[in-house]
Protein backbone atom coordinates (compact mmCIF):
# COMPACT_ATOMS: atom_id res chain seq x y z
CA UNK A 1 0.00 0.00 0.00
CA UNK A 2 1.43 4.07 -0.56
CA UNK A 3 2.73 5.04 2.34
CA UNK A 4 0.19 7.58 3.67
CA UNK A 5 2.72 10.74 4.10
CA UNK A 6 3.29 9.97 0.48
CA UNK A 7 3.72 13.04 -1.98
CA UNK A 8 3.77 15.68 1.11
CA UNK A 9 7.07 18.02 1.61
CA UNK A 10 9.33 16.96 4.13
CA UNK A 11 8.07 20.25 5.90
CA UNK A 12 4.59 19.56 5.34
CA UNK A 13 5.23 15.87 6.81
CA UNK A 14 6.67 16.85 9.94
CA UNK A 15 3.87 19.18 10.21
CA UNK A 16 1.27 16.40 10.08
CA UNK A 17 3.08 14.16 12.63
CA UNK A 18 2.96 17.10 14.85
CA UNK A 19 -0.43 17.19 14.64
CA UNK A 20 -1.34 13.70 14.78
CA UNK A 21 0.14 13.15 18.06
CA UNK A 22 -1.60 16.85 18.99
CA UNK A 23 -4.74 14.71 18.23
CA UNK A 24 -4.26 11.81 19.54
CA UNK A 25 -3.23 13.40 23.22
CA UNK A 26 -6.50 16.23 22.51
CA UNK A 27 -4.42 19.26 21.77
CA UNK A 28 -6.38 20.20 18.88
CA UNK A 29 -5.29 24.36 19.10
CA UNK A 30 -1.78 22.78 18.41
CA UNK A 31 -3.09 20.59 15.75
CA UNK A 32 -4.98 23.21 14.25
CA UNK A 33 -1.75 25.14 14.11
CA UNK A 34 0.24 22.65 12.54
CA UNK A 35 -2.09 21.30 9.93
CA UNK A 36 -2.81 24.68 8.85
CA UNK A 37 0.58 24.77 7.29
CA UNK A 38 0.24 21.25 5.63
CA UNK A 39 -3.70 22.62 4.52
CA UNK A 40 -2.14 25.39 2.77
CA UNK A 41 0.19 23.31 0.37
CA UNK A 42 -1.42 19.99 -0.09
CA UNK A 43 -5.86 20.39 0.78
CA UNK A 44 -6.80 17.37 -0.85
CA UNK A 45 -4.06 15.25 0.38
CA UNK A 46 -5.96 11.95 2.62
CA UNK A 47 -3.84 12.41 5.49
CA UNK A 48 -4.43 16.08 5.54
CA UNK A 49 -8.31 15.55 5.24
CA UNK A 50 -8.40 12.60 7.98
CA UNK A 51 -6.60 15.09 10.21
CA UNK A 52 -8.94 18.00 9.58
CA UNK A 53 -11.44 15.33 10.23
CA UNK A 54 -10.08 14.98 13.65
CA UNK A 55 -9.95 18.22 14.33
CA UNK A 56 -13.81 19.17 12.78
CA UNK A 57 -15.21 16.69 15.52
CA UNK A 58 -12.99 17.66 18.47
CA UNK A 59 -14.61 21.09 17.74
CA UNK A 60 -18.06 19.56 18.00
CA UNK A 61 -18.83 19.87 13.84
CA UNK A 62 -19.30 16.34 13.47
CA UNK A 63 -21.03 16.15 10.04
CA UNK A 64 -17.84 18.62 8.93
CA UNK A 65 -15.62 16.17 10.00
CA UNK A 66 -17.88 12.90 8.48
CA UNK A 67 -17.68 14.92 5.37
CA UNK A 68 -13.98 15.63 5.45
CA UNK A 69 -12.94 11.74 6.19
CA UNK A 70 -15.83 10.33 3.18
CA UNK A 71 -13.16 12.39 1.15
CA UNK A 72 -10.04 10.88 2.76
CA UNK A 73 -11.67 7.31 2.48
CA UNK A 74 -12.25 7.59 -1.08
CA UNK A 75 -8.70 7.78 -1.92
CA UNK A 76 -7.67 4.75 0.19
CA UNK A 77 -10.29 2.65 1.16
CA UNK A 78 -7.79 -0.29 1.80
CA UNK A 79 -6.26 1.41 4.77
CA UNK A 80 -7.22 0.28 7.99
CA UNK A 81 -6.72 3.22 9.49
CA UNK A 82 -9.16 5.10 7.76
CA UNK A 83 -11.72 3.01 8.47
CA UNK A 84 -10.98 3.14 11.95
CA UNK A 85 -10.90 7.24 11.93
CA UNK A 86 -14.26 6.66 10.10
CA UNK A 87 -15.99 4.74 12.66
CA UNK A 88 -15.06 7.35 15.58
CA UNK A 89 -16.55 9.93 13.85
CA UNK A 90 -20.16 8.11 12.70
CA UNK A 91 -19.70 6.73 16.62
CA UNK A 92 -19.38 10.31 17.58
CA UNK A 93 -23.18 11.05 15.55
CA UNK A 94 -24.38 8.20 17.52
CA UNK A 95 -24.64 5.94 14.40
CA UNK A 96 -22.99 2.62 16.23
CA UNK A 97 -24.32 0.27 13.99
CA UNK A 98 -22.18 2.13 11.13
CA UNK A 99 -19.22 2.57 13.07
CA UNK A 100 -18.96 -1.26 13.84
CA UNK A 101 -19.39 -2.34 10.56
CA UNK A 102 -16.51 0.41 10.16
CA UNK A 103 -14.48 -1.53 12.76
CA UNK A 104 -15.16 -4.80 11.40
CA UNK A 105 -13.56 -3.70 8.32
CA UNK A 106 -10.38 -2.39 9.48
CA UNK A 107 -9.91 -5.40 11.82
CA UNK A 108 -10.10 -7.88 8.67
CA UNK A 109 -8.12 -5.42 6.70
CA UNK A 110 -5.14 -5.37 10.03
CA UNK A 111 -6.02 -7.96 12.49
CA UNK A 112 -3.43 -6.95 14.81
CA UNK A 113 -4.12 -2.99 15.41
CA UNK A 114 -4.73 -2.61 19.01
CA UNK A 115 -6.66 0.67 18.74
CA UNK A 116 -9.57 -0.77 16.07
CA UNK A 117 -10.29 -3.61 18.61
CA UNK A 118 -9.97 -0.98 21.48
CA UNK A 119 -12.80 1.43 19.51
CA UNK A 120 -15.10 -1.56 18.75
CA UNK A 121 -14.69 -2.49 22.38
CA UNK A 122 -16.29 0.66 22.98
CA UNK A 123 -19.23 0.97 20.25
CA UNK A 124 -20.06 -2.28 21.50
CA UNK A 125 -20.29 -1.12 25.02
CA UNK A 126 -22.70 1.80 23.84
CA UNK A 127 -24.91 -0.56 22.58
CA UNK A 128 -24.87 -2.71 25.58
CA UNK A 129 -23.18 -5.51 23.54
CA UNK A 130 -21.42 -5.98 26.78
CA UNK A 131 -20.08 -9.65 26.22
CA UNK A 132 -19.45 -8.89 22.76
CA UNK A 133 -17.34 -5.80 24.08
CA UNK A 134 -15.46 -7.62 26.51
CA UNK A 135 -14.03 -10.22 23.84
CA UNK A 136 -13.27 -6.87 21.61
CA UNK A 137 -11.28 -5.45 24.69
CA UNK A 138 -9.57 -8.27 25.70
CA UNK A 139 -7.87 -9.12 22.33
CA UNK A 140 -6.98 -5.35 22.04
CA UNK A 141 -5.27 -6.08 25.29
CA UNK A 142 -3.50 -8.85 23.82
CA UNK A 143 -2.12 -6.64 21.05
CA UNK A 144 -1.46 -4.12 23.38
CA UNK A 145 -0.85 -4.60 26.98
CA UNK A 146 0.24 -1.29 27.56
CA UNK A 147 -3.14 0.13 26.17
CA UNK A 148 -4.66 1.84 29.10
CA UNK A 149 -7.43 3.06 27.47
CA UNK A 150 -8.67 -1.01 26.80
CA UNK A 151 -7.56 -2.23 30.38
CA UNK A 152 -9.46 1.20 32.41
CA UNK A 153 -12.73 0.11 30.24
CA UNK A 154 -12.04 -3.79 31.16
CA UNK A 155 -12.21 -2.41 34.51
CA UNK A 156 -15.36 -0.41 33.73
CA UNK A 157 -16.78 -3.70 32.68
CA UNK A 158 -16.05 -5.13 36.22
CA UNK A 159 -17.67 -2.52 38.01
CA UNK A 160 -21.10 -3.43 35.66
CA UNK A 161 -21.18 -6.38 37.17
CA UNK A 162 -20.36 -5.52 40.47
CA UNK A 163 -17.09 -6.29 41.13
CA UNK A 164 -16.18 -3.16 43.04
CA UNK A 165 -12.69 -4.61 44.66
CA UNK A 166 -11.40 -6.30 40.76
CA UNK A 167 -11.97 -3.21 39.09
CA UNK A 168 -9.91 -0.75 41.50
CA UNK A 169 -7.46 -3.43 41.55
CA UNK A 170 -7.51 -3.37 37.78
CA UNK A 171 -7.19 0.32 37.87
CA UNK A 172 -4.72 0.28 40.22
CA UNK A 173 -2.21 -1.83 38.30
CA UNK A 174 -2.70 0.70 35.28
CA UNK A 175 -1.69 3.83 37.48
CA UNK A 176 1.12 1.88 38.50
CA UNK A 177 2.78 1.96 34.78
CA UNK A 178 0.71 5.14 33.68
CA UNK A 179 0.53 7.79 36.42
CA UNK A 180 -1.25 9.64 34.40
CA UNK A 181 -3.90 7.69 32.91
CA UNK A 182 -6.71 10.03 33.75
CA UNK A 183 -9.53 7.27 32.70
CA UNK A 184 -8.17 5.17 35.54
CA UNK A 185 -8.08 7.71 38.45
CA UNK A 186 -11.69 8.48 37.09
CA UNK A 187 -12.68 5.14 37.30
CA UNK A 188 -11.31 4.95 40.91
CA UNK A 189 -13.58 8.31 41.21
CA UNK A 190 -16.62 6.58 39.79
CA UNK A 191 -17.26 3.70 42.06
CA UNK A 192 -18.78 6.08 44.51
CA UNK A 193 -18.91 3.82 47.23
CA UNK A 194 -15.12 3.81 48.21
CA UNK A 195 -12.58 6.65 48.98
CA UNK A 196 -9.36 7.20 47.91
CA UNK A 197 -5.85 6.19 49.34
CA UNK A 198 -3.91 8.15 51.49
CA UNK A 199 -1.85 10.30 49.28
CA UNK A 200 -3.41 9.95 46.31
CA UNK A 201 -4.27 13.64 45.94
CA UNK A 202 -1.28 14.10 45.92
CA UNK A 203 -0.58 11.39 43.18
CA UNK A 204 -2.75 13.23 40.98
CA UNK A 205 -1.80 16.57 41.11
CA UNK A 206 1.75 15.27 40.63
CA UNK A 207 0.20 13.20 37.37
CA UNK A 208 -1.90 16.38 36.14
CA UNK A 209 2.00 18.01 35.87
CA UNK A 210 3.32 15.36 33.37
CA UNK A 211 3.88 16.77 29.51
CA UNK A 212 2.31 13.27 28.40
CA UNK A 213 -0.36 13.97 30.08
CA UNK A 214 -3.21 14.71 27.18
CA UNK A 215 -6.02 17.60 27.93
CA UNK A 216 -8.46 14.07 27.79
CA UNK A 217 -6.06 12.85 30.92
CA UNK A 218 -6.15 16.19 32.63
CA UNK A 219 -10.09 16.72 32.21
CA UNK A 220 -11.02 12.93 34.06
CA UNK A 221 -8.11 13.53 36.80
CA UNK A 222 -9.35 16.94 37.11
CA UNK A 223 -13.38 15.52 38.17
CA UNK A 224 -11.23 12.46 39.87
CA UNK A 225 -9.47 15.46 42.03
CA UNK A 226 -12.29 17.04 42.63
CA UNK A 227 -14.18 13.66 44.18
CA UNK A 228 -11.05 12.94 46.13
CA UNK A 229 -11.34 16.61 47.59
CA UNK A 230 -14.90 16.77 48.11
CA UNK A 231 -14.40 13.53 50.78
CA UNK A 232 -11.67 15.25 52.51
CA UNK A 233 -14.43 18.55 52.78
CA UNK A 234 -12.45 20.67 51.08
CA UNK A 235 -15.25 22.00 49.16
CA UNK A 236 -14.10 24.89 47.40
CA UNK A 237 -10.74 23.21 46.52
CA UNK A 238 -12.89 20.49 44.86
CA UNK A 239 -15.33 23.71 43.26
CA UNK A 240 -11.22 24.64 41.66
CA UNK A 241 -10.67 21.26 40.23
CA UNK A 242 -14.28 21.23 38.70
CA UNK A 243 -13.98 24.58 37.13
CA UNK A 244 -10.28 23.99 35.39
CA UNK A 245 -11.86 20.38 34.44
CA UNK A 246 -14.75 22.16 33.13
CA UNK A 247 -12.68 24.44 31.77
CA UNK A 248 -9.97 22.26 29.35
CA UNK A 249 -13.20 20.33 28.06
CA UNK A 250 -15.00 23.90 27.27
CA UNK A 251 -12.25 24.97 25.48
CA UNK A 252 -12.63 21.95 22.97
CA UNK A 253 -15.87 22.05 22.26
CA UNK A 254 -18.48 25.39 23.31
CA UNK A 255 -22.05 24.90 23.41
CA UNK A 256 -24.80 26.81 22.12
CA UNK A 257 -27.53 26.98 24.88
CA UNK A 258 -29.49 29.27 22.44
CA UNK A 259 -29.94 27.05 19.47
CA UNK A 260 -30.26 24.06 21.41
CA UNK A 261 -33.28 25.40 23.20
CA UNK A 262 -34.82 26.81 19.69
CA UNK A 263 -34.14 22.76 18.78
CA UNK A 264 -36.06 21.37 21.65
CA UNK A 265 -38.89 24.54 20.90
CA UNK A 266 -39.16 23.20 17.22
CA UNK A 267 -39.18 19.53 18.09
CA UNK A 268 -42.14 20.41 21.16
CA UNK A 269 -44.06 22.07 18.24
CA UNK A 270 -43.77 19.52 15.53
CA UNK A 271 -45.54 17.41 17.63
CA UNK A 272 -48.23 19.28 19.07
CA UNK A 273 -51.04 18.46 18.53
CA UNK A 274 -50.14 15.21 18.58
CA UNK A 275 -50.30 13.58 14.76
CA UNK A 276 -52.09 10.39 14.00
CA UNK A 277 -49.74 7.67 14.77
CA UNK A 278 -49.19 3.66 14.63
CA UNK A 279 -51.74 1.65 16.11
CA UNK A 280 -52.85 2.24 19.88
CA UNK A 281 -51.76 -1.18 21.05
CA UNK A 282 -47.76 -1.00 19.61
CA UNK A 283 -45.11 -0.58 22.24
CA UNK A 284 -46.97 -2.22 24.98
CA UNK A 285 -43.82 -4.21 25.64
CA UNK A 286 -41.97 -0.85 26.28
CA UNK A 287 -40.53 1.09 29.36
CA UNK A 288 -38.83 4.34 28.41
CA UNK A 289 -37.03 6.27 31.65
CA UNK A 290 -36.19 9.59 30.80
CA UNK A 291 -34.05 12.15 32.93
CA UNK A 292 -31.38 14.81 32.80
CA UNK A 293 -28.16 13.06 34.14
CA UNK A 294 -28.17 12.02 37.59
CA UNK A 295 -31.64 12.40 38.79
CA UNK A 296 -32.12 8.79 39.92
CA UNK A 297 -32.82 6.94 36.56
CA UNK A 298 -30.66 3.94 37.12
CA UNK A 299 -32.41 3.44 40.22
CA UNK A 300 -35.68 3.56 38.60
CA UNK A 301 -34.38 1.21 36.71
CA UNK A 302 -33.25 -1.14 39.24
CA UNK A 303 -36.54 -1.07 40.99
CA UNK A 304 -38.52 -2.16 38.20
CA UNK A 305 -36.25 -4.45 36.40
CA UNK A 306 -36.15 -6.50 40.38
CA UNK A 307 -39.79 -7.46 38.81
CA UNK A 308 -40.37 -10.87 37.32
CA UNK A 309 -41.76 -9.49 34.05
CA UNK A 310 -39.17 -6.68 33.39
CA UNK A 311 -35.56 -6.36 31.51
CA UNK A 312 -33.51 -4.29 32.08
CA UNK A 313 -31.84 -3.23 29.21
CA UNK A 314 -30.28 0.05 30.19
CA UNK A 315 -29.02 2.91 27.96
CA UNK A 316 -30.07 1.96 24.33
CA UNK A 317 -29.31 3.70 21.66
CA UNK A 318 -31.88 2.32 19.34
CA UNK A 319 -34.19 5.29 19.28
CA UNK A 320 -32.31 8.26 18.33
CA UNK A 321 -31.07 5.35 15.59
CA UNK A 322 -34.23 4.69 14.37
CA UNK A 323 -35.10 8.63 13.81
CA UNK A 324 -31.06 8.94 12.29
CA UNK A 325 -32.55 6.69 9.73
CA UNK A 326 -35.38 8.43 8.73
CA UNK A 327 -33.80 11.33 8.30
CA UNK A 328 -31.44 9.81 5.80
CA UNK A 329 -34.10 8.35 3.93
CA UNK A 330 -36.01 11.25 3.86
CA UNK A 331 -32.91 13.49 3.39
CA UNK A 332 -34.10 15.98 5.87
CA UNK A 333 -33.06 16.41 9.74
CA UNK A 334 -35.55 15.38 12.37
CA UNK A 335 -38.36 17.17 13.23
CA UNK A 336 -38.38 18.52 9.62
CA UNK A 337 -40.01 15.75 8.37
CA UNK A 338 -42.57 14.97 10.99
CA UNK A 339 -45.62 16.34 9.22
CA UNK A 340 -45.10 14.57 5.98
CA UNK A 341 -45.78 11.24 8.33
CA UNK A 342 -48.80 9.10 8.01
CA UNK A 343 -50.06 6.89 10.76
CA UNK A 344 -48.30 3.86 8.78
CA UNK A 345 -45.00 5.58 8.50
CA UNK A 346 -45.14 5.79 12.76
CA UNK A 347 -45.93 2.34 12.32
CA UNK A 348 -43.42 1.90 10.49
CA UNK A 349 -40.58 2.88 12.54
CA UNK A 350 -42.38 1.75 15.96
CA UNK A 351 -41.45 -1.44 14.52
CA UNK A 352 -38.18 -1.17 13.30
CA UNK A 353 -37.58 0.27 17.04
CA UNK A 354 -38.97 -3.19 18.07
CA UNK A 355 -37.24 -5.32 15.94
CA UNK A 356 -33.46 -3.49 16.86
CA UNK A 357 -34.87 -4.61 20.69
CA UNK A 358 -35.72 -7.87 20.13
CA UNK A 359 -32.98 -9.05 22.12
CA UNK A 360 -34.00 -7.59 25.07
CA UNK A 361 -37.51 -9.89 25.11
CA UNK A 362 -35.62 -13.10 25.03
CA UNK A 363 -36.45 -13.69 29.16
CA UNK A 364 -38.61 -11.20 30.03
CA UNK A 365 -41.78 -9.86 28.16
CA UNK A 366 -40.91 -6.29 29.36
CA UNK A 367 -37.93 -4.31 28.76
CA UNK A 368 -36.69 -0.85 29.97
CA UNK A 369 -34.92 1.56 27.42
CA UNK A 370 -33.09 4.36 30.01
CA UNK A 371 -31.31 6.07 27.86
CA UNK A 372 -31.55 10.02 29.56
CA UNK A 373 -31.81 12.07 26.63
CA UNK A 374 -34.80 10.13 24.87
CA UNK A 375 -36.62 12.98 26.71
CA UNK A 376 -36.24 15.18 23.99
CA UNK A 377 -38.20 12.78 21.12
CA UNK A 378 -40.83 11.90 23.90
CA UNK A 379 -43.31 12.91 21.07
CA UNK A 380 -41.65 10.72 18.78
CA UNK A 381 -42.55 7.90 20.67
CA UNK A 382 -45.77 8.75 21.41
CA UNK A 383 -46.39 8.53 17.78
CA UNK A 384 -44.21 5.50 16.96
CA UNK A 385 -45.48 3.44 19.98
CA UNK A 386 -48.41 4.95 21.53
CA UNK A 387 -49.00 2.10 24.35
CA UNK A 388 -45.08 2.63 25.95
CA UNK A 389 -44.90 3.91 29.16
CA UNK A 390 -42.79 7.27 29.81
CA UNK A 391 -41.02 7.99 33.07
CA UNK A 392 -39.96 11.06 33.27
CA UNK A 393 -37.01 11.22 36.63
CA UNK A 394 -36.58 14.64 38.46
CA UNK A 395 -34.88 15.27 41.11
CA UNK A 396 -34.18 18.87 42.90
CA UNK A 397 -32.56 21.47 40.49
CA UNK A 398 -29.66 22.12 42.29
CA UNK A 399 -28.75 18.81 43.02
CA UNK A 400 -29.25 17.46 39.90
CA UNK A 401 -27.55 20.33 37.85
CA UNK A 402 -24.35 19.89 40.67
CA UNK A 403 -24.03 16.21 40.52
CA UNK A 404 -24.15 16.62 36.47
CA UNK A 405 -21.75 19.23 36.83
CA UNK A 406 -19.34 16.78 38.93
CA UNK A 407 -19.64 14.04 37.20
CA UNK A 408 -17.41 13.27 33.92
CA UNK A 409 -19.86 12.92 31.16
CA UNK A 410 -18.47 12.21 28.15
CA UNK A 411 -20.13 14.59 25.16
CA UNK A 412 -22.47 16.23 27.45
CA UNK A 413 -21.20 19.93 26.84
CA UNK A 414 -23.97 21.35 28.26
CA UNK A 415 -22.30 20.39 31.73
CA UNK A 416 -19.52 22.70 31.80
CA UNK A 417 -20.93 25.96 32.79
CA UNK A 418 -23.65 26.85 35.75
CA UNK A 419 -25.40 28.77 33.07
CA UNK A 420 -25.05 25.94 30.37
CA UNK A 421 -26.55 23.36 33.21
CA UNK A 422 -29.70 25.69 34.19
CA UNK A 423 -30.23 26.45 30.66
CA UNK A 424 -30.47 22.64 29.88
CA UNK A 425 -32.55 21.98 32.88
CA UNK A 426 -35.41 23.91 31.64
CA UNK A 427 -35.53 22.88 28.49
CA UNK A 428 -36.32 19.28 30.16
CA UNK A 429 -38.38 20.94 32.43
CA UNK A 430 -40.69 22.30 30.10
CA UNK A 431 -40.69 19.50 28.06
CA UNK A 432 -41.93 16.74 30.87
CA UNK A 433 -44.61 18.79 32.07
CA UNK A 434 -45.86 19.65 28.49
CA UNK A 435 -46.02 16.14 28.04
CA UNK A 436 -47.26 14.59 30.77
CA UNK A 437 -49.76 17.41 30.67
CA UNK A 438 -50.87 16.09 26.94
CA UNK A 439 -50.63 12.29 28.10
CA UNK A 440 -50.86 11.66 31.50
CA UNK A 441 -51.93 7.74 30.93
CA UNK A 442 -48.81 7.18 29.30
CA UNK A 443 -45.76 9.51 30.89
CA UNK A 444 -45.54 10.04 34.63
CA UNK A 445 -43.50 12.48 36.89
CA UNK A 446 -41.57 10.64 38.75
CA UNK A 447 -39.47 12.45 42.17
CA UNK A 448 -36.34 11.18 43.38
CA UNK A 449 -37.18 13.10 46.71
CA UNK A 450 -40.52 11.34 46.97
CA UNK A 451 -39.00 7.91 46.88
CA UNK A 452 -36.82 8.97 49.51
CA UNK A 453 -40.07 10.35 52.01
CA UNK A 454 -41.75 7.13 51.40
CA UNK A 455 -39.99 4.40 49.30
CA UNK A 456 -42.85 1.31 49.10
CA UNK A 457 -45.26 3.92 48.58
CA UNK A 458 -43.51 5.57 45.58
CA UNK A 459 -42.55 2.30 44.34
CA UNK A 460 -46.38 1.20 44.17
CA UNK A 461 -46.71 3.67 42.12
CA UNK A 462 -44.39 3.28 39.72
CA UNK A 463 -45.96 -0.57 39.37
CA UNK A 464 -48.94 1.11 39.23
CA UNK A 465 -48.15 3.43 36.31
CA UNK A 466 -46.45 0.44 34.25
CA UNK A 467 -49.44 -1.95 35.14
CA UNK A 468 -47.51 -4.63 36.84
CA UNK A 469 -48.29 -6.18 40.01
CA UNK A 470 -46.50 -5.45 43.15
CA UNK A 471 -43.41 -7.72 43.78
CA UNK A 472 -41.62 -7.27 47.45
CA UNK A 473 -38.26 -7.96 44.89
CA UNK A 474 -38.77 -3.89 43.38
CA UNK A 475 -38.47 -2.85 47.63
CA UNK A 476 -35.55 -5.10 47.65
CA UNK A 477 -33.62 -3.75 44.66
CA UNK A 478 -30.41 -3.79 46.16
CA UNK A 479 -30.64 -7.45 46.36
CA UNK A 480 -30.88 -7.99 42.62
CA UNK A 481 -28.17 -8.95 40.71
CA UNK A 482 -27.63 -7.37 37.27
CA UNK A 483 -25.49 -5.51 34.90
CA UNK A 484 -25.88 -1.55 35.67
CA UNK A 485 -23.83 0.24 33.37
CA UNK A 486 -24.19 3.67 34.68
CA UNK A 487 -22.08 6.18 37.16
CA UNK A 488 -24.56 4.62 39.48
CA UNK A 489 -23.90 1.03 39.19
CA UNK A 490 -22.35 0.38 42.89
CA UNK A 491 -24.97 2.99 44.63
CA UNK A 492 -28.08 0.81 43.27
CA UNK A 493 -26.59 -1.70 45.04
CA UNK A 494 -27.15 -0.53 48.19
CA UNK A 495 -29.82 0.19 50.48
CA UNK A 496 -32.08 3.46 49.94
CA UNK A 497 -29.39 6.08 50.94
CA UNK A 498 -30.78 9.64 52.47
CA UNK A 499 -27.35 11.12 52.56
CA UNK A 500 -26.83 11.68 48.69
CA UNK A 501 -27.67 15.50 49.08
CA UNK A 502 -24.52 17.41 48.19
CA UNK A 503 -25.48 20.88 48.10
CA UNK A 504 -25.72 21.60 52.32
CA UNK A 505 -21.82 20.76 52.42
CA UNK A 506 -21.18 23.48 49.74
CA UNK A 507 -23.41 25.97 51.18
CA UNK A 508 -22.98 29.60 49.18
CA UNK A 509 -20.00 27.88 47.71
CA UNK A 510 -23.16 27.13 45.31
CA UNK A 511 -24.72 30.57 44.68
CA UNK A 512 -23.57 31.07 41.46
CA UNK A 513 -25.63 27.94 40.70
CA UNK A 514 -29.07 28.81 42.72
CA UNK A 515 -28.52 32.52 40.73
CA UNK A 516 -28.74 30.78 37.05
CA UNK A 517 -31.43 28.45 38.31
CA UNK A 518 -33.74 31.30 39.66
CA UNK A 519 -33.65 30.19 43.07
CA UNK A 520 -34.25 32.76 45.84
CA UNK A 521 -30.77 32.97 47.65
CA UNK A 522 -32.78 34.86 50.56
CA UNK A 523 -33.49 31.29 52.83
Excluded at 89 to 118: F, H, K, N
Excluded at 294 to 309: M, P, W
Excluded at 434 to 456: I, N
Excluded at 481 to 510: I, N
Aim: charge should be negative; glycine fraction near 6%; hydrophobic fraction near 40%.
Amino acid sequence: MTPRLQGLSPATRMHIMVAGEALEAGRVDEAERHLANASASDPQHPEVLRMQAGIHSLRGRPQEALGVMRQALSQRPQDAIYHNTMATLLGSVGDYDAAITALRRCCELQPDLAIAWYNLGVMLTKCVRNDDAVVALQRAVALAPDHVAARALLGDMLRTRGYVEDAAAEYRKVLAEQPWAGMAWWGLADLKTTRFADGDIERMQDAMKQPRAGDDDLIAMGFALAKALDDEGRYADSLDALAQANAVARRRRQWNASAFSAGIDAVNQAFTPPPAGAPEALGDEVIFIVSLPRSGSTLVEQILASHSSVEGAGELPDLPMVLAEESRRRRKPFPQWVGEMQPADWERLGTRYLERTAHWRQRRPVFIDKLPNNWMYIGAIRAMLPAARIICCRRDPLENCFSCYRQHLANNDYSRTFDDLAGFWRDFDRSARHWSALSPTRVHEHSYEGLLADPEGQIRQLLEFCELPFEPACVRFHETEREVRSPSATQVREPLRQDTASAPRYGALLDPLRQALGISLDG
